[in-house]
């Protein structure tokens, strides 16, 4: 929801009533907009009995959920930054599942990690041969990766694995799980091996409205949190003052919008696409090793089940900006781990999402923009409605709850997602018109 | 420069196909050399084919068996890691002319029976399945009825199996909540839901069953997620259940790590149930533990009768061979000795199936 607020920060608010001024800050506007969201969450989830919608454990599974998903999409924003399009995200982490599994199998977790992002750059740097130096079509390259990989992935199974006790051409052994972080006091972790009281957990036990849900949000990030997860999150960060505070970020990307230019002022623009694209080939294949040593402790072939596609999604939906594609991935991990951990909790999110967006519509309203509120009305009423008139969602439509919802967002924020101006384009050096 | 692209995609496509084609794993031991001899066997695998330490290993164990006792030629043949190529693979065994052919698998049904003959799906009358086309060649497709008379169908009672998992898990379980993973919402694991509900229900008809399945129809991940298997545990033992039984194939190993995990942040003991072969044997031995008991599947001895029928020139086709708990086609692991104490108790409950005292419903 947050990008939806973040595209919307970049356009003057010129139709219209103006914000009232204690709105103009942005943070205090996040804020407000999340607070509402978990209250009525909470409200929802207490009416409805789907006590999952707000419950730590959900928050924890969808921070979990939303790690692979992130970091494909993180690594998509490098190569589309420096124009050239990665559909080969998810045979990048199909790579990083792999290697991934086989180095922490071999050498313990952490060096999975490394051979993770190994295993992933190097399909990176497939994808930028093919598309960098040969000008192979973007798309077409990135598609033979997702082939390639698997192929090749199943490949080294049959030749390493063999007669490996509890491995096969379909799994590898087991990997020794990565430690996990829980924050003293706050969420019950052990303090010079004294377990601390865990504050959060006995709030969220209270069932107080909004409090505990709140807690629960916290707890579910403080509580029993893997170590690459924090290697993960600050990526994002890392990525934005990366790409937009240093002279290599401000290059890179220059390279996406307009490479001739980037060229005439002395940038070597073949070089730096292929630092963007074999990092985002790494970011991939990071997405995978978390998949094997935090989520599953075991190498699967296919186990990705199109994750990098879903990264790819939550960075067309984040704008090409980090954040947002943490956003998005937020959203695809809360609608999986709601989905996993109680299906019938979807049905109670039809009713927040009507309600969310009936409260938009009369802010609309109150903005002056009728016709939009009108519309934005209609769907709210629809959501109500078919809360109110069905008993649960049909099967087949919960797995489709994080697509409507990125659907729904993406068309009612105001359009102005823009991609890199030369993303997908062929550069050819000295080609300058 | 067009030249310099072109060569380069070519160059990329031909280390592709290099790389895709390079499967198969253990070898089979009385391959044919391209000459199909009197008897000849081709084995079309599921998803996963040798290998896959479940199901396909289980109808591999059976072919092995075969060709190590008799004067036997096979082919097997597994599909991509998508399985779009299933069809694909059991025309060219059926082509090859071997005259007994068997698909693993509930997902080759209406390969082997066409299209035409599933209600469902009825629009495409054109669509013939495999055995029609080849209709002087004998078919025994593993998790399916027979669709005509060259197809043996053979069927698990998976339902009887899950009934005695379920009431071991209601006697042994202490918090009187117990939980159900489902790889794919499909009948086939419906079934497993359905026995292992009412195998709960016999034992302590107020014990809690939360059901949950990992993805829909037709989306196949579920049963290969770990990830995703892991956290619907996860979610399980977090509302209070101390046993989890599942149907979800590779994403089970999701499971074993979410029980470990638990017991070891808790110090309270979770179990899981495993499913299909004794899985207590294939997984690590730090997972071994926290297995209550497996409920098995004997796909080996199903494959093995009648791979022996075919061998013995019996006339078996035409007809759908139920293995149930009367012939031990199912049952539950007693490896681990965790069951040891109840189990007069399960095989009395096992005795009344049989013999129809209790009848175990298979849709839920």
Known sequence: MSTARDVAEQIPPDRGRPLPDLLHDRRLRLLLLASAVLLLGGVVARATSAQELTSSGTFGAAFRFAMPVMLAGLGGLYAERSGVINIGLEGMMIAGTW??????????????????????????????????TFAVDHIVSGVAINALALGGMRFLSTVVYDNVPGAGVTQSPRTAPIDTLSIPFLSGGDLFGWRSPDMLGWIEDRSWVFLSDAAAVVSGVTKGVSWLTLVALALVPLSWW???RTPWGLRLRSCGENPYAAESLGVNVLRMKYYAVVTSGGLAGLGGAYLVLVQAGIYREAQTAGRGFIGLAAMLFGNYQPTGVLGGAALFGFADALRIRQTSAVHALLLLVGILLAMFALWTVYRLQLQRGLAIAAFAVGFILWFALTDDVPPEFV??????????????????????????LRYRKGEAV | MLKRTRAGLAGLAVFTLVAAACGGGAELTCESDGDVGDVGIGLAYDIGGRGDQSFNDLAAAALDKACSEGNVTAQELEPAAGGE??????????????????????AYQDIVGGIADNPDTAEDESKTGVAEDFPNQLFAIVDGPSSGSNVVGIVFAEHEGSFLVGAAAAVKSETNTIGFIGGVNVPLIQKFQAGFEAGVAHINPDAEVIVQYLTEPPDFTGFNDPAKGKEAAVGMYDRGADIVFHAAGGSGGGLFEAAKERSDATGSKVWAIGVDSDQINIVDDDLKPYIL?????????????????YVAGESIGGQTLAFDLSVDGVGYSTTGNNVDDISAQLDDLKAQIISGAIVVPDTP
């Open chain 1, 99 to 132: 290697f991934g599994a086989w180095g922490g199998w071999q050498f313990g977790p952490w060096y999975g990690v490394l051979f993770g992002v190994l295993g992933g750059a190097l399909f990176g740097l497939i994808h930028a041969i093919a598309t960098v």
């Open chain 1, 242 to 244: 990366l790409l937009w």
């Open chain 1, 399 to 424: 797995p489709m709850t994080p697509y409507v919802v990125t659907l729904l967002v993406l068309s009612l924020a105001s359009q102005r997602l823009r991609m890199p101006a030369a993303d997908g």
């Open chain 2, 85 to 106: 190529n299933r069809e694909e693979n059991l025309r060219l065994l059926a082509e090859e002319g071997y005259g007994f052919l068997v698909p693993v698998g509930f």
């Open chain 2, 293 to 309: 008991t497996s409920m098995v599947k004997r796909v080996d001895v199903a494959v093995g009768q009648v791979i022996d029928s």
